[in-house]
């Protein structure tokens, strides 16, 4: 099991960036691909990006494509959420999770997920 704590949230302005981080802890974090999701208030948790184990590999929702990059520091057993051009759409808690098996795109891939970092928008 690897346990996942999730930083770097906050309040900001439309336009602002964000950089959020996910320090991993427990396995081998480096073989791992990891992925960065979002739940808004009343809404499902939804994909928005997913990095594989070496870095190589990204994907993105449609709606963060161009503004958001994930990244990771193996070395340091963390992986980022770069988020520029914030918009209030974006406003959400994100959480970081390992993924196991399945789509990249489906929350029921990913297992051990950590606690959330808040996120709000305004306009």
């Known amino acids: 099991q690897v346990q996942l704590v999730e930083s770097g949230g906050g309040l900001v302005q439309a336009g602002d960036s964000l950089r959020l981080s996910c320090a991993a802890s427990?396995?081998?974090?480096?073989?791992?691909?990891m992925g960065w999701f979002r739940q808004a208030p009343g809404k499902e948790r939804e994909f928005v990006a997913t990095?594989?184990?070496?870095?190589?590999?990204?994907y993105y929702a449609d709606s963060v494509k161009g503004r958001f990059t994930i990244s990771r520091d193996n070395a340091k057993n963390t992986v980022y959420l770069q988020m520029n051009s914030l918009k209030p759409e974006d406003t959400a808690v994100y959480y970081c999770?390992?993924?196991?098996?399945?789509?990249?795109?489906?929350?029921?891939?990913?297992?051990?997920w950590g606690q959330g970092t808040q996120v709000t928008v305004s306009s």
């Open positions: 427990g396995r081998t974090f480096s073989s791992y691909t």
């Open positions: 999770a390992v993924y196991y098996s399945g789509s990249v795109y489906s929350t029921s891939s990913y297992g051990d």
């Open positions: 990095i594989n184990f070496s870095g190589i590999s990204t």
